[in-house]
C-alpha cells in the first residue's frame, strides 16, 4: 500500500482548488497559518483546533537513560516536547474509515 505524504504544497494546491485564490496567495495564506501556529507554540502557548486536535508544548525533565546496546547510563537533558492530542471528532473519523477498507 503506497501511502502519500501531505505536503505544504499539497494544501496550498487545495486552497488554490476550493477558495480560488491565486496559486500564489494560497501559498502565503497556507504560509501564515503554518507560521502563527508555530508562533504559538514556541511561545509555549497551547494551539486547539475545533474538530481536528489540539498542540501543547510540555517541559520534560532530565533524567538517567541508558544505552541499550552497551548498557551504559547516558545523562539525557531537560527538553520541551511537542504532544498531539486528537479530537474525538477526529478519532471518530479515522476510526470509521476503518470499515471501508
Do not use: C, W
Not at 488554490?16 to 503554518?34: C, I, K, P
Amino acid at each position: 500500500m503506497a501511502q502519500q505524504t501531505l505536503t505544504r504544497a499539497h494544501l496550498s494546491e487545495a486552497v488554490y482548488q476550493e477558495v480560488g485564490l491565486s496559486r500564489n496567495e494560497s501559498t502565503a495564506l497556507v504560509e501564515s497559518v503554518l507560521d502563527a501556529i508555530s508562533d504559538s507554540l514556541v511561545a509555549g502557548e497551547p494551539v486547539k483546533i475545533s474538530s481536528f486536535g489540539s498542540f501543547q508544548v510540555r517541559q520534560k525533565s532530565g533524567r538517567m537513560g541508558r544505552n541499550p546496546k552497551t548498557g551504559e547510563e547516558v545523562p539525557i537533558s531537560p527538553r520541551r516536547v511537542l504532544v498531539f492530542r486528537a479530537s474525538h471528532v477526529l478519532k471518530d473519523r479515522i476510526n470509521a474509515s476503518q470499515g471501508g477498507k
